[in-house]
Nanobody, 124 residues
Framework: VQLQASGGGLVQAGDSLRLSCAASGLSLGQYSVGWFRQAPGKEREFVASLRASGGATFYADSVKGRFAISRDNTKNTGYLQMDSLKPEDTAVYYC??????????????????WGQGTLVTVSS
């Protein structure tokens, strides 16, 4: 199983980016997908997640209304659309997949498979 995160880069405040998480070795549609991020010197934190069953979405308060998580099962790929980016969004972003129960949708422990991370840098 492999998750390949991509789409990061250097952007200015207010810009948009779309991160992708290409899965191989599993059918992503059967798994919950999560995005987490880790800024320098900080712990990894929850960003967004999409439940496999029913498609419910969850967002951190800091990104609600600006970020949108989705997936394309035909491409076996998850996405994180990030709009109105802020300097405080600067971090390495990780995608994850798992057979995650509801209470674990915002927790790193809820996910089994992790991508390698993609760096997002937002300049002011």
């Amino acid at each position: 199983v492999q998750l390949q995160a991509s789409g990061g880069g250097l952007v200015q405040a207010g810009d948009s980016l779309r991160l992708s998480c290409a899965a191989s070795g599993l059918s992503l549609g059967q798994y919950s997908v999560g995005w987490f991020r880790q800024a320098p010197g900080k712990e990894r934190e929850f960003v967004a997640s999409l439940r496999a069953s029913g498609g419910a979405t969850f967002y951190a308060d800091s990104v609600k209304g600006r970020f949108a998580i989705s997936r394309d099962n035909t491409k076996n790929t998850g996405y994180l659309q990030m709009d109105s980016l802020k300097p405080e969004d600067t971090a390495v972003y990780y995608c994850a997949a798992g057979r995650t129960i509801l209470t674990y949708m915002r927790l790193t422990d809820g996910y089994t498979y992790w991508g390698q991370g993609t760096l997002v840098t937002v300049s002011s």
